[in-house]
């Protein structure tokens, strides 16, 4: 018998003595997944005690300079000079893979139109910030691709409670958490997540949506904390800010004598006796004299000079009575103070932020003061480049989503254009001949 048996999931084929089984492409299971204790009462799980934590961490890195800046660096270092899609082709025998751009005019201009390389700087910045970031996708009216894509407000968004299935189904946005606000669309307004359970392969059942990307930390169901949080709990950044601001009060507030100027007590009444002077006239004496000794000592070009006083013989005591006395005063308030505190708190800031000091023009702890070597400063681009390598893929992500959503040619990658600081050395590992923007502008 010839004839081909088709039976529910399975066929049989005679000539070839086989049977044919219909694999399901569906998962078995789903993955187990436990919801998190929340007695909150809002729709939304708070963020931090207060939930206010990326407001406090705001208030604790704008008062220092140093996170400020290593913060900064790690975004730029992480985007290099933007985000090209390319596809890969076989290079020469024993090469790597050229790089092509991607010209496709349906990515290009969703790239051009999103103006992508504008907003993902700020995608990366809530990332190395917050360690979590949100986006908007806002779809065509087919519903079968996505048109628009925008960067949220790290420190707007909040994550709502886990539904029965163990889901986060919405993100609220609000410009006023500190206001306490309630749900109404209004001062808080409300976006789905993305459902994977809502998508058909084809069509999407919501107009538009949010998706929440994070660097994964351990123990957290709603948000994720950033490595370098570790110096505002510990208290190192309180620290680093609160020395500025001592320094300041001390400044402002301690009186600077540097002179104790010693005059007899009857050095007046015998240089102007009455009655050639009254008490008026003796008072103006003194004013002058006083206003002649400050200037002798306050001047800057009367430094180095002498001062002379005469001292009186007393017959009653046989003894010299002294005359005038100027004593410089030591100042007993270091200049220094808490200086060593201060650079062993951004010390550790540096550190748990994962900088090195000479990309930022600091000198590495315990050594003299000093911004490195050119050298010093093109190793540690590289190295902190290098180290990227986990951060871009997260932030990349979102693009691979729309890449497959929108059915692009699933060859199309993506990738940050490394900036090249090679240029100072005729020869340098990183060879710019392997460049992929070396055609670019």
């Known amino acids: ?30 993955p187990k997944t436990s919801p998190p204790y929340d007695l909150s009462p809002s729709l939304w799980s708070v963020w931090g005690d207060s939930n206010q934590f990326p407001q406090e961490v705001l208030t604790d890195i704008n008062k220092n300079s140093v996170a400020l800046r290593a913060l900064d660096k790690r975004k730029r270092v992480h985007f290099g000079r933007g985000i090209i899609a390319y596809r890969e082709t076989p290079g020469a025998a024993g090469t790597d893979p050229v790089r092509v751009p991607v010209t496709d005019p349906d990515i290009v201009e969703f790239l051009r139109i999103n103006q992508v390389n504008l907003i993902w700087p700020d995608l990366i910045m809530g990332l190395e910030t917050f ?6 996708f806002i779809m065509n009216k087919g519903r079968d691709k996505i048109n628009r894509v925008f960067v949220k407000d790290p420190a707007y968004c909040r994550n709502a409670k886990m539904d029965p299935a163990n889901k986060i189904p919405a993100m609220y946005y609000s410009a006023q958490w500190e206001m306490n606000p ?32 994070f660097y994964r930390s351990f123990n957290k169901s709603f948000y994720h904390l950033p490595l370098w949080n570790a110096v505002r709990a510990n208290k190192w950044m309180y620290i680093a800010n609160s020395v500025p601001a001592l320094k300041a009060a001390i400044m402002k507030n301690q009186m ?186």
């Open 1 to 30: 018998m010839d004839r081909i048996i088709v039976e529910g999931n399975y066929a049989i084929l005679p000539g070839a003595k086989a049977i044919v089984s219909n694999a399901s492409s569906v998962d078995a299971a789903k």
């Open 131 to 136: 360690a979590n970031g949100w986006l908007e």
């Open 182 to 213: 309630s749900f109404d669309n209004i001062k808080v307004v409300s976006l789905p997540m993305f459902d994977q359970d809502k998508y058909n392969g084809t069509m999407y059942a919501d107009p538009q949506f949010a998706m929440h990307i």
């Open 256 to 441: 600077t004598i540097k002179y104790h100027i010693t005059i007899p007590d009857d050095y007046f009444e015998r240089e102007y006796p009455a009655p050639d002077y009254t008490p008026e006239k003796r008072a103006t004496k003194k004013l002058e004299v006083l206003n002649n000794v400050n200037s002798f000592l306050a001047d800057v070009d009367n430094s180095g000079k002498s001062f002379i006083s005469y001292s009186r013989y007393n017959a009653i005591k046989m003894d010299f009575v002294t005359g005038w006395k100027i004593e410089v005063i030591d100042n007993k308030l270091n200049n220094t103070a808490y200086l060593p505190d201060s650079q062993a708190a951004n010390s550790e800031i540096l550190f748990a932020i994962g900088v090195d000091p000479c990309l930022i023009g600091a000198g590495n702890p315990g050594e003299a003061i000093g911004a490195g070597s050119g050298s010093d400063k093109r190793e540690a681009y590289w190295m902190l480049n290098a180290d990227m390598g986990t951060d871009r893929s997260v932030s990349l992500a979102p693009l691979y989503f729309i890449r497959d959503f929108n059915k692009w040619d699933p060859t199309i990658q993506f990738d940050y254009v490394t900036v090249d600081t090679s240029q100072t050395q005729s020869q340098h590992p990183t060879k710019t001949t392997k460049r992929i923007d070396q055609t670019q502008p």
